[in-house]
């Protein structure tokens, strides 16, 4: 009996990880097997190229790298680059870290897939890394910045001597636009951002924005295509997007608070040993009084 449940359980995780998770809009237009065509035009224009066959594109992109349930990454090799792209709504200092982690599990895989020896006593030849994170957020930023590992390493380095980056290219209008006039994939992607947010700036919640800005785009032949093939598809999946980044906003609200309350505890708590007065107490850590008689009680303090 131990023995079948534990195989259920194994069973579910695995359903869960590989196959239980939604693709963002971006994995849709920029690393999907049936929009190829979109990926290589976005490699084209961000490498100067001009590669027309699609069946060179290897994708690569590590199936169980799964954040909120999305999928986040698009990873491939064409050229003898390995590749990675994120999308971004956030600006998030720690891309380098978890590009560097991403990728090492891609060169695994190419390494297994390639039988490749590292052990040999012969150089052996993996592809370059290449690493972008296509951000949109609402805080400013430049049109491109680089991002580096060693601003999280505890003790500085040597400039140069050991190093990994994240490029990373803001895809809001009005940004990269040599970038967006050659991939107009890309282009249309941050027109249909940019009407979302706008919505959203006039008042209208999100979904509402979200419907709004699609049927725009259909009616200004902005993803077009792919929005009338796939129109209630791609509000769900926008929406489910908006939502994680409110859940994400949510959980780091709680935290700080959890840690506010935290920390007022533990200023009352000195105050009660060092005999400052209630009044004071309550001025200075805006605690609920009663929280504060608790604190007193266990400390066997008696409150003036």
């Known amino acids: ?24 809009l971006f994995i849709r237009l920029f690393g999907s097997p049936e929009n190829k065509a979109g990926m290589l035009s976005l490699y084209n224009a961000l490498n100067d190229t001009e ?7 290897e994708l690569y992109t590590i199936e169980d790298v799964i954040f909120l349930g999305m999928k986040n990454d698009v990873g491939y090799i064409l050229d003898g680059y390995l590749s990675l792209w994120e999308h971004q709504s956030t600006k998030n200092p720690n891309m380098p870290l978890r590009g560097f982690l991403y990728h090492a599990k891609m060169y695994e895989k ?10 040999s006593s012969a150089l052996q030849r993996i592809p370059t890394p290449q690493y972008y994170v296509f951000y949109n957020g ?14 999280s390493f505890i003790n500085p380095v040597e400039e140069g001597k050991f190093e990994w980056t994240a ?7 009005g940004h990269n636009d040599v970038l967006m006039e050659k991939c107009s994939t890309l282009k249309q ?19 509402n924005s979200i419907i709004e ?4 785009c259909i009616a200004n032949d902005v993803l077009k295509d792919y929005l009338v093939r796939h129109k209630s598809e791609v509000i769900g999946m926008v929406l489910t997007e908006y939502d994680e980044k409110k859940h994400i906003k949510n959980e780091k609200q709680i935290s700080w608070e959890e840690g506010y309350q935290l ?3 533990e200023d009352a708590t000195e105050m009660l040993k060092e005999r400052y007065s209630l009044d004071s107490i309550l001025r200075i850590s805006k605690l609920p009084k009663e929280k504060i008689m608790s604190i007193a009680e266990s400390l066997n303090i008696q409150v003036m």
């Open 51 to 57: 590669y027309s066959d699609v069946n060179a594109l």
């Open 263 to 265: 920390k007022a505890i």
């Open 189 to 207: 992607y941050a027109t249909l951002l940019d009407k979302i947010k706008d919505g959203i700036k006039r008042g209208m919640d999100v979904e």
């Open 167 to 173: 490029t990373m290219l803001n895809i809001n209008l």
């Open 110 to 119: 190419y390494i297994k897939d390639r039988d490749i020896d590292i052990f």
């Open 138 to 151: 609402d805080s400013e930023a430049g049109d491109i910045e680089t991002l580096k590992l060693s601003a």
């Open 213 to 216: 800005a699609v049927n725009w």
């Open 1 to 24: 009996m131990r023995k079948k449940n534990n195989k259920k359980n194994k069973k579910k995780q695995r359903v869960y990880v590989n196959n239980h998770h939604k693709d963002r």
